[in-house]
C-alpha cells in the first residue's frame, strides 16, 4: 500500500497550575481560536477547543507521524505563551494531562461536550469531570487502588 491512512482522534483535557481560575474571561474565545491554530499549523486538525477559566479541552484529530505527548505538549506550550503575551500575570498550565481517545462515531458528540464546557461546569466541577473521565476510561489512580 503506498499510503498511510489513520484516523486519530484524541480528547486532551488539561488544568491550569494547581487548578487556579487563570484564564481571564475576555481571553477565552481568543485562546480556543488561537489553539486551534497551533494545531494546524502543527499538522493537527482542532476540532473543537473549549473549557473554563482553569481547564481546556481539545478534540484533536493527529496525523499518523504525531505522537500524543507531542500534540499537547505543542497546543499547551502554544497556549501558554499565548496567555503569557496577553496578561499581567504568570500562566502556567499543570504539568500532566488527560489524553482520551475517540472513535468516530462519538467524534460530534465529543465536539458537542467540548463546546459546551461553560454549560457544564455549572452543575459539575473540574475535578469531578476529570474523576469520571478517568473512570470511564477504565483508569484507576494509585492513591485510589486497594
Not at 93 to 98: A, F
Request: with cysteine; proline share 3%; net charge positive.
Amino acid at each position: 500500500m503506498a499510503h498511510s491512512h489513520t484516523s486519530i482522534l484524541i480528547h486532551a483535557v488539561f488544568a491550569t497550575k494547581e487548578r487556579c481560575p487563570m484564564i481571564p474571561a475576555e481571553l477565552v474565545e481568543r485562546l480556543w481560536a488561537f489553539s486551534g491554530g497551533i494545531a494546524i499549523q502543527n499538522g493537527m486538525v482542532a476540532l473543537a477547543v473549549g473549557g473554563t477559566t482553569n481547564h481546556m479541552h481539545v478534540l484533536l484529530s493527529l496525523p499518523a507521524t504525531m505522537p500524543v505527548a507531542k500534540a499537547v505538549q505543542l497546543v499547551k506550550a502554544g497556549s501558554s505563551k499565548f496567555l503569557n503575551e496577553n496578561m499581567k500575570a504568570r500562566f502556567e498550565w499543570q504539568q500532566g494531562y488527560g489524553a482520551f481517545t475517540v472513535s468516530v462515531s462519538q467524534k460530534e458528540v465529543t465536539a458537542a461536550y467540548i463546546r459546551g464546557q461553560a454549560e457544564h461546569h455549572r452543575k459539575v466541577d473540574f475535578a469531578e469531570e476529570y474523576r469520571a473521565f478517568l473512570a470511564k476510561h477504565g483508569i484507576v489512580l494509585e492513591f485510589n487502588r486497594p
